[in-house]
C-alpha cells in the first residue's frame, strides 16, 4: 500500500471518467452558451456567515455537513457546499443587477460536503449550475426545465421530471402548521433523523427514502392545495408551457428541498436507470434580498457531474491518434513534422522511446494509436515522412517540406 494516499471521499479524476466528465461539461457550456448564460468564476472558500444566511442554520448541511475553519484572524470560513449561496453573494456584492434589467450566470466548480461516500457522491464532488436573476415570469422556470430536458436528452439519459411548488412567504405558513400536526400523529413511524426534522424543518421528512416515513407520509397534506392565487397562477403557467414545449413530466407533490431559501417551483430530474436525481433546481425569490441585495426574484439548477457521468453510456470517439516515430539523428525534422500535424488539427504524439520498429509498434499498440508516422533518414532526405495506418496495414508516402 503506498504511503500516502488520497483523503477518505476525495478522489483523482483521469482516464475514462475524465474524459466522460470534459464531455458533459463541454455539452452543457454549449447548451449555457445558446440560452445567452455568462460564465462566473466564485471562490471556493467563503465566509461561514454566506452559507448561514441563504442555505438556514437548521439544514443538515449548516448542521452536520460543511467543511468550516478559522483564518488567522478567527474569522469562520468555509468550503462551499453549494453554488447558489456564492453566486448570490457575488451578485449583490458586484452590483449586478444594475447591469441588466435580469442576469442569467452559470458557474462550474467543486464542492465540498461532510457525508457519506457512496456510489458517485464524494466529499469533494463538482457541479455546473445556472441562475437567472431579476425575472418572476414562470416561461423562466419553463425554459430553465425545457434546458435541463434538452441537456440529458442529448446526453442519452433516461430521467423523468419531476416537478412542484412549494409555495411562498404568504401560503406556506399554513402549510407548514398543517403539515406539522399531521406528522405529529404519525411520528410513531419516522425515523431518528425524521423525528429531528418534523419540528426545525418538516417539509424535509416528504422527501426521506426510508420505508417507513414514505408510508406515513403517503397521506400527508399536500403543498399545492394550499398555495396562494399567486403561487397557484404560477404553477398554473409553468405547467401551461412545458405542454407548449412538449417536455414530458410528473408532478411530485412531495418533491421539496432541503434548503430553507426554495420558493415556488422545485424540480428535479431523475434517472429511470438508477431511480436517483441528476439535475435539480428551484425558483429563490426572497434569497437576494436576504442577503442584501434588492428585492430580486431568481431560480437556478445544479448538476453533479460525477453523478452524471454514471449515466452517459456512450462518448463520441475520439479523433485518430498520430504517433510520430523518428529513426536516426532526424528528430528536429521529426518535431517538424508534429507540428505541421498539429497545426492541421490532429492529435499527435512524439514517442520518446528508442529502439526499432517492432518496439515502437507495441508503443502504439499500448497508447492506442490509430497512425505511425514513420521518420528516418531516408524520409528526412526525400522530403516525405510514411504514414501507416495501424487498422489496415496500408502505408502511404506523404510529401513534406518544413514551413517553419
Not at 441537456?151 to 399554513?174: D, F, H, M, Y
Not at 433523523?193 to 427514502?209: G, I, S
Not at 497545426?343 to 505511425?372: F, M, T
Amino acid at each position: 500500500m503506498p504511503e500516502f494516499q488520497s483523503v477518505r471521499g476525495f478522489h483523482d479524476i483521469y482516464g475514462e471518467e475524465l474524459k466522460s466528465f470534459r464531455y458533459i461539461s463541454n455539452l452543457i457550456r454549449e447548451k449555457l452558451r445558446l440560452y445567452n448564460f455568462e460564465e462566473i468564476v466564485l471562490p471556493v472558500v467563503e465566509y461561514v456567515e454566506v452559507f448561514q444566511r441563504s442555505i438556514g442554520e437548521a439544514t443538515d448541511i449548516v448542521q452536520k455537513e460543511m467543511f468550516t475553519f478559522q483564518d488567522r484572524k478567527g474569522r469562520w470560513l468555509a468550503l462551499r457546499p453549494e453554488g447558489t449561496a456564492g453566486a448570490v453573494r457575488a451578485y449583490v456584492q458586484n452590483r449586478l443587477y444594475a447591469l441588466k434589467p435580469y442576469v442569467k450566470l452559470f458557474y462550474e466548480g467543486p464542492m465540498f460536503r461532510y457525508e457519506r461516500p457512496q456510489a458517485g457522491r464524494y466529499r469533494q464532488f463538482h457541479q455546473l449550475g445556472a441562475e437567472v436573476f431579476g425575472s418572476l415570469e414562470p416561461v423562466v422556470d419553463a425554459e430553465l426545465i425545457g434546458l435541463v430536458y434538452e441537456i440529458l436528452s442529448e446526453l442519452g439519459v433516461r430521467v423523468v421530471i419531476e416537478i412542484n411548488s412549494i409555495g411562498c412567504k404568504v401560503c406556506r405558513p399554513a402549510y407548514r402548521d398543517a403539515l406539522s400536526a399531521y406528522l405529529a400523529g404519525v411520528e410513531e413511524h419516522l425515523c431518528e433523523v425524521c423525528l429531528d426534522r418534523k419540528d426545525r424543518n418538516p417539509l424535509r421528512v416528504l422527501d426521506c427514502k426510508v420505508p417507513t416515513c414514505k408510508s406515513a407520509v403517503k397521506d400527508a397534506p399536500k403543498m399545492v392545495d394550499f398555495l396562494c392565487e399567486e403561487c397557484r397562477e404560477h404553477y398554473l403557467k409553468l405547467k401551461e408551457y412545458l405542454n407548449a414545449m412538449s417536455i414530458p413530466y410528473r408532478e411530485n407533490p412531495n418533491l421539496v428541498r432541503g434548503l430553507d431559501y426554495y420558493t415556488k417551483t422545485v424540480f428535479e430530474a431523475v434517472s429511470e436507470e438508477l431511480d436517483i436525481t441528476v439535475i435539480a433546481g428551484g425558483r429563490y425569490d426572497y434569497l437576494v434580498e436576504e442577503m442584501g441585495g434588492p428585492p430580486t426574484p431568481a431560480i437556478g439548477f445544479a448538476v453533479g457531474l460525477e453523478r452524471l457521468s454514471m449515466l452517459v453510456k456512450n462518448l463520441p470517439p475520439e479523433d485518430p491518434l498520430y504517433l510520430v516515430i523518428p529513426f536516426g539523428d532526424v528528430l528536429p525534422y521529426a518535431l517538424q513534422v508534429a507540428k505541421a500535424l498539429r497545426a492541421e488539427g490532429k492529435r499527435v504524439e512524439v514517442s520518446y522511446r528508442r529502439g526499432g520498429l517492432k518496439k515502437q509498434l507495441e508503443l502504439a499498440n499500448k497508447i492506442r494509436a490509430d497512425y505511425a508516422v514513420i521518420v528516418g533518414e531516408e524520409e528526412m532526405a526525400g522530403g516525405f515522412y510514411t504514414l501507416k495506418d495501424l487498422n489496415s496495414g496500408i502505408q502511404t508516402r506523404v510529401e513534406f517540406s518544413p514551413a517553419f
